[in-house]
């Protein structure tokens, strides 16, 4: 296929698509939580920038970085501001548009409106209010971290976001020795000004063996994912200027993900009386009794058990 034909199809795919979702339901009297870009343009999802085009006012959280995203994608819809220090006066004006049979999109800087950005107060009054609410989805910097590192499995999916790391040092210690207790991975957003401080007090409560993977850039043209032991953090941010650089999304690792990974393989003795429990036990009750035995990890044995019972 040569270049003309290939952006011919294109267009003629976007123009199809973009019929089909206009003809689904847009209902009035709706407001629309919409996720934008965390940082690339591109990942505004159709679907969003059908929903920004129809609605009657865009409720933003700093209708200056909301501007350039609308301008790219040819949206014209006007704006109103709806952050954390007017979100009470602008839920109620927005509860009023909704009376009066209008559809509103409420967005934040980047990513998903009510989840560790301003938007929750607003949705909470118009469901109050009686009025729909419609979440449109996209792009999210926890996910794309997720995605980015493998810290999760099928057999233990469970992560925790913690939001943002508190910005004094013993507040921050006191709510970091609470999260590293969790029996999973769990994410905390940073940015680039408590960056040290903040690796610096993980190490503190954690340790030097415990795993973090440091997520910066997410999306945009320097995007980078790094994974460390806590005890290297540091060299690996002195080392380069441009670590320390942009926003961050930070992944304590869980102490049984830490076992995992130090644990390439299961010795023979261990899966010899492995299969034979399995004989009488199940998966769940065979991996505990190992885990105990042995000191392996929880998803190592897990994984090894179920490949025998597969």
Same mark, same amino acid.
């Given at each position: 296929?040569?270049?003309?034909?290939?952006?011919?199809?294109?267009?003629?795919?976007?123009?199809?698509?973009?019929?089909?979702?206009?003809?689904?339901?847009?209902?009035?009297?709706?407001?629309?939580?919409?996720?934008?870009?965390?940082?690339?343009?591109?990942?505004?999802? !159709?679907? #969003?920038?059908? %929903? !920004?085009?129809? &609605?009657?006012?865009?409720?933003?959280?700093?209708?200056?970085?909301?501007?350039?995203?609308?301008?790219?994608?040819? @949206?014209?819809?006007?704006?109103?501001?709806?952050?954390?220090?007017?979100?009470?006066?602008?839920?109620?004006?927005?509860?009023?548009? +909704?009376?009066?049979?209008?559809?509103?999109?409420?967005? $934040?800087?980047?990513? #998903?409106?009510?989840? /560790?950005?301003?938007?929750?107060? *607003?949705?909470?009054?118009?469901?109050?209010?009686?009025?729909? @609410?419609?979440?449109?989805?996209?792009?999210?910097?926890?996910?794309?971290?997720?995605?980015?590192?493998?810290?999760?499995?099928?057999?233990?999916?469970?992560?925790?976001?913690?939001?943002?790391?508190?910005?004094?040092?013993?507040?921050?210690?006191?709510? !970091?020795? $609470?999260?590293?207790?969790?029996?999973?991975?769990? +994410?905390?957003?940073?940015?680039?000004?408590?960056?040290?401080?903040?690796?610096?007090?993980?190490?503190?409560? &954690?340790?030097?063996? =415990?795993?973090?993977?440091?997520? =910066?850039?997410?999306?945009?043209?320097?995007?980078?994912?790094?994974?460390?032991?806590?005890?290297?953090?540091?060299?690996?941010?002195?080392?380069? /200027?441009?670590?320390?650089?942009?926003?961050? @999304?930070?992944?304590?690792?869980?102490?049984?993900?830490?076992?995992?990974?130090? $644990?390439?393989?299961?010795?023979?003795? %261990?899966?010899?009386?492995? =299969? @034979?429990?399995?004989?009488?036990?199940?998966? =769940?009750?065979? %991996?505990?009794? #190992? *885990?105990?035995?042995?000191?392996?990890?929880?998803? *190592?044995?897990?994984?090894?058990?179920? /490949?025998?019972?597969?």
């Amino acid at each position: 296929m040569n270049e003309l034909s290939a952006e011919l199809q294109g267009e003629a795919t976007w123009k199809r698509l973009t019929e089909r979702v206009g003809g689904q339901s847009w209902p009035a009297a709706t407001l629309y939580v919409v996720a934008t870009p965390i940082g690339n343009l591109a990942d505004l999802g !159709l679907r #969003a920038w059908q %929903t !920004l085009l129809r &609605c009657d006012v865009i409720a933003a959280e700093d209708t200056r970085s909301t501007r350039p995203l609308l301008q790219a994608w040819g @949206v014209d819809t006007p704006l109103i501001a709806a952050h954390r220090h007017n979100e009470a006066k602008a839920a109620q004006a927005i509860v009023e548009r +909704l009376a009066k049979g209008e559809r509103v999109a409420l967005v $934040s800087d980047a990513g #998903a409106p009510a989840v /560790s950005d301003p938007g929750a107060r *607003v949705v909470r009054a118009v469901r109050e209010a009686g009025f729909r @609410v419609v979440p449109i989805p996209g792009a999210s910097a926890v996910i794309a971290a997720l995605m980015a590192t493998g810290v999760t499995t099928d057999e233990n999916p469970a992560f925790a976001f913690a939001g943002f790391l508190p910005p004094k040092h013993t507040a921050r210690v006191k709510w !970091l020795r $609470s999260w590293s207790q969790f029996k999973g991975p769990v +994410l905390m957003f940073e940015g680039p000004h408590r960056l040290r401080a903040s690796l610096a007090d993980l190490l503190e409560v &954690c340790g030097p063996d =415990r795993t973090i993977s440091i997520a =910066r850039e997410l999306s945009k043209r320097f995007e980078q994912v790094h994974t460390v032991s806590l005890g290297d953090a540091l060299n690996w941010l002195d080392a380069d /200027s441009h670590h320390g650089q942009g926003e961050f @999304v930070l992944i304590l690792h869980s102490e049984e993900q830490v076992e995992a990974e130090q $644990s390439d393989e299961i010795d023979e003795a %261990t899966q010899a009386w492995m =299969r @034979v429990m399995l004989e009488t036990l199940s998966v =769940r009750d065979a %991996t505990k009794i #190992a *885990v105990k035995a042995t000191g392996l990890g929880r998803d *190592v044995l897990y994984s090894y058990a179920l /490949s025998l019972k597969g």
